[in-house]
């Protein structure tokens, strides 16, 4: 019976666990408690010629932004000038100061990866890069 119990009892906390995790992941997206890292918010649009992304990065400077291209993924990570918290929102994580961004987003299509362009201008980094040309208007004579 004993043994019967402490099963039990692992099964239950096993099963807590994973409902935690999975709460913490549907009402937390925003943040990682763990890594300190905030998600910015973020932008991807599609045009004719190129995607367009565009991420809000407060308190960070352009060269503490490192962007990283692998599997149509662009990672995009940011350590902040200070840390902060969110103690005058009265928030669960009021405790946890964050230090960095971190945004990892799917991008679509096949783009030109060599032609790439990045600007940082107040606060708002703009990622453009260009479709690979998979259509050839043709000049009939």
């Known amino acids: 019976m004993l043994k019967r119990r402490k099963s039990l009892t692992s099964e239950f906390d096993a099963l807590e666990k994973e409902i935690e ?3 913490e992941d549907a009402f937390n997206p925003m943040w990682d ?5 905030l998600e910015p918010l973020a932008h991807l649009r599609e045009t004719e010629d190129k995607v367009i992304v565009t991420v809000d990065l407060p308190l960070v400077k352009k060269e503490d932004i490192q962007l990283n291209l692998a599997n149509d993924v662009l990672e995009v990570e940011a ?6 918290r969110f103690e ?3 928030t669960v994580q009021r405790q946890t100061e ?12 096949q783009l030109n990866i060599d032609k790439i362009k990045a600007t940082f201008t107040n606060g708002i980094l703009t990622i453009e890069i260009p479709n690979k040309a998979t259509k050839f208007k043709i000049v009939v004579k």
């Open 33 to 37: 408690n763990k890594s300190r890292r």
């Open 98 to 109: 964050f230090e960095s961004f971190y945004k990892a987003m799917k991008l679509p299509g």
């Open 21 to 23: 995790s999975t709460f």
């Open 79 to 84: 350590t902040m000038q200070r840390s902060i």
């Open 88 to 90: 005058k929102w009265g």
